[in-house]
């Protein structure tokens, strides 16, 4: 059975680097992308407003069991990236992170090394065993209005209190061969997970 992969990017910025990717991927074996859209599309659904996107992205991770997240200069910073972190950790998607800022644009430029987004996305688990999903703002914790709730139970060890960031491994694309191991990467992230 094809293996279905949600990939997440900042699409106005990184595009042309996720297609790259997506373009490669997709030769190497049985799987099937989802989180592509064209811009045509992308527009008419940022225009009904943010219930319409969580809905689109929701329908697009159904039946996938790992997400890639592309990152680039400036993802940490979207809000809908960290949606799509915060979704699919909360579906027990196996999660991992790409620097895809080596890549060349279509100009043959390269681009700044983004900071990591999954330190940006974190998990309070309360006293009593309840967790929520927080996102940092640039000077604090606050709690992630679009996913407030964590629907996932963890042990009583783990009932303290603390934020709890998502650590997946990370990999640099062009560094790291990515044309050559990201099959490699997602089999290995789906494992972790139980996918």
Not at 178 to 183: D, I, P, Q, V
Request: proline residues 2%; negative net charge.
């Amino acid at each position: 059975m094809a293996r279905k992969v949600f990939f997440s990017f900042h699409y106005e910025r990184d595009v042309w680097r996720a297609n790259v990717v997506r373009n490669s991927w997709v030769t190497k074996g049985n799987y099937i992308e989802a989180g592509f859209i064209d811009s045509a599309e992308f527009e008419k659904i940022k225009k009904k407003g943010d219930q319409a996107i969580k809905k689109w992205i929701d329908e697009q991770l159904e039946e996938t069991s790992v997400t890639v997240v592309l990152i680039g200069a400036e993802t940490y910073s979207r809000k809908w990236i960290r949606y799509e972190i915060i979704k699919s950790f909360d579906r027990s998607n196996g999660l991992l992170g790409v620097y895809i800022h080596n890549i060349k644009d279509e100009n043959g430029k390269v681009d700044l090394k983004g900071p990591n987004p999954f330190n940006y996305v974190a998990i309070l688990i309360s006293k009593n065993g309840d967790a929520y999903y927080y996102e940092w703002n640039g000077s604090d914790w606050i709690e992630f209005s679009l996913y407030p709730k964590c629907s996932l139970t963890f042990d009583e060890e783990y009932w303290t209190g603390k934020l709890y960031t998502i650590k997946p491994n990370l990999y640099d694309w062009v560094d790291d061969n990515g044309y050559e191991n990201l099959s490699d990467w997602i089999e290995e992230s789906a494992r972790k997970a139980g996918r």
